[in-house]
């Protein structure tokens, strides 16, 4: 099976078609999936798009989508919106900031003053939208081939004093312990922390790539005009997280396996 593979695309649809158009997604004669590694929505401003997109490749049955932490904000922000929606409405929450509540705009049609004043119609419609009916329920936590592992962050582990450590049955983890796992730094856990798994590489996304060249290889900075922000390879990992909004590329590699 091929499998073309981005992450934290983050509604830039149209860096996600440039990149996969790039790869050979949409010519390519093998059986071939897309694997998204999470982060589908929010920032970008294309959100109606790729939330068409994504419904089109699952008709064809050929997205493999991992849900991300990005997913998680937006169930948390429909869940609380009553208790936050003043603290979204002036920019005081993390759903304006990490652009959850734009996302929930773009794909319901209504405007801010509309979204306070109608408070149960918004809600009603961002409930109903197919990003939470039908998108984010096809999502998983991880997906494995016979060499990779692919996930958001990491896999679920422990911390201790900032340092993580892979729960031996993390296969077997509760939705508490993936939750967590989406939050964390995929390259600092595998290539600071030690945490390898046999036989398996790793893909993840989450976490910017600049990081791992710049503070893992000592390769440029993580936000510097010379940051990279390629994909990171290295002994049991690869990351994936171009950091669209910010470098304006979405990474897609191709795997066979």
């Not at 999470?38 to 997109?53: I, S, T, V």
């Not at 990003?131 to 201790?160: M, Q, W």
Request: charged share 25%; glycine share 8%; net charge negative.
């Amino acid at each position: 099976m091929r499998y073309f593979v981005v992450t934290d695309v983050h509604a830039f649809t149209s860096e996600l078609i440039k990149a996969l158009t790039e790869a050979g997604f949409f010519t390519c004669t093998e059986e071939h999936r897309l694997i998204l590694i999470g982060d589908c929505l929010d920032r970008g401003k294309e959100a109606e798009k790729m939330q068409a997109f994504l419904l089109s490749l699952m008709e064809e049955g050929r997205l493999i989508l991992i849900k991300g932490n990005h997913e998680d904000l937006f169930l948390d922000m429909l869940e609380d919106y009553y208790e936050i929606r003043f603290d979204i409405m002036y920019g005081m929450s993390h759903h304006a900031r990490n652009g959850t509540f734009d996302t929930a705009l773009q794909l319901t049609g209504f405007s801010k003053k509309d979204a306070l004043s109608m408070t149960g119609a918004f809600l009603y419609a961002a409930k109903h939208t197919p990003f939470v009916k039908t998108i984010i329920p096809h999502a998983i936590d991880y997906f494995e081939t016979p060499h990779y592992i692919f996930t958001h962050g990491f896999l679920p582990s422990e911390e201790t004093y900032g340092r993580y450590k892979l729960l031996e049955n993390w296969r077997e983890a509760d939705e508490a312990a993936w939750r967590r796992a989406r939050w964390i730094n995929g390259m600092k856990a595998v290539c600071e922390h030690g945490n390898r798994v046999a036989g398996k590489t790793v893909v993840t996304g989450h976490f910017h790539t600049s990081y791992g060249h710049a503070v893992i290889h000592k390769n440029g900075s993580e936000f510097g005009s010379n940051a990279i922000f390629d994909p990171f390879y290295a002994d049991g990992i690869i990351a994936l997280d171009g950091c669209t909004a910010h470098s304006g590329k979405v990474n897609c590699i191709v795997i066979d396996d």
